[in-house]
């Protein structure tokens, strides 16, 4: 199997905080990871490429500041919505890829973030 | 900018019948072509998906035709149940990377 586990499912949280979701692989090595963004009844938009001991890589137009990125483990990224406002309000989606080969990306199941 | 077009962009279909998803491509470097299911508030499941040396997959009542000279593959799900209801997408992969490129999705609904 290839299994995604992701952290929270929701969240409600207060304008200016700080939210971190986390996404795990949980049997499997994930050298590269993404987090995604998804509005309601539209595709997945890449946000960033997570890679494992070194800077995500952001994708056109995504702050880098804002969306924090982590990738400290070959089995957990997390990403830190800093100083959320209601316009972050979204559903987070975290992916992660098998090592070897070029192998099928494994989806959590999302964060769904709302900001009051 | 490299894209992937999906069609239809919503399908309704009785209980029992052939649900058919589209999808084109640009990127002939990628080594398998998925189909992902996703349920409301659920992230995307991997579904199927092809190698393109093969041109036709079936798992259960699921399966990928590949036609390679025309970059198109395409789903069809048998026996469709009111459980396919569900948003579809395929994809593809950005060249030179493993970034995916997804298709604008596919809303089917099922009808009991």
């Known amino acids: 199997g290839a299994v995604v586990s992701q952290h929270p499912s929701w969240v409600i949280c207060k304008s200016g905080t700080s939210v971190k979701i986390e996404c795990r692989s949980l049997?499997?090595?994930?050298?590269?990871m993404f987090w995604y963004r998804q509005f309601p009844k539209q595709s997945l938009m890449l946000m960033a490429t997570s890679n494992e001991g070194s800077k995500a890589t952001y994708e056109q137009g995504v702050e880098k500041d804002k969306f924090l990125i982590n990738h400290a483990s070959l089995t957990l990224s997390t990403l830190t919505v800093t100083s959320a406002h209601p316009e972050d309000s979204s559903f987070y989606i975290c992916s992660a890829r098998k090592n070897s080969g070029n192998q099928p990306q494994h989806f959590g199941d999302g964060t769904r973030l709302s900001i009051l | 900018q490299q894209q992937v077009k999906q069609s239809p962009q919503s399908l309704i279909v009785q209980k029992g019948g052939i649900s058919i998803i589209n999808c084109a491509y640009e990127n002939t470097a990628f080594d398998y072509f998925p189909w992902y299911q996703q349920f409301p508030g659920k992230g995307p499941a991997l579904l199927i998906a092809i190698r393109p040396d093969v041109s036709e997959k079936k798992e259960g009542r699921f399966t990928i035709s590949f036609n390679k000279s025309a970059k198109q593959f395409s789903l069809h799900i048998m026996d469709s149940q009111p459980g396919d209801s569900a948003t579809y997408f395929c994809a593809d992969i950005l060249s030179g990377t493993y970034k995916y490129i997804f298709g604008t999705g596919t809303r089917l609904k099922v009808l009991a």
């Open positions: 049997d499997f090595q994930a050298t590269t």
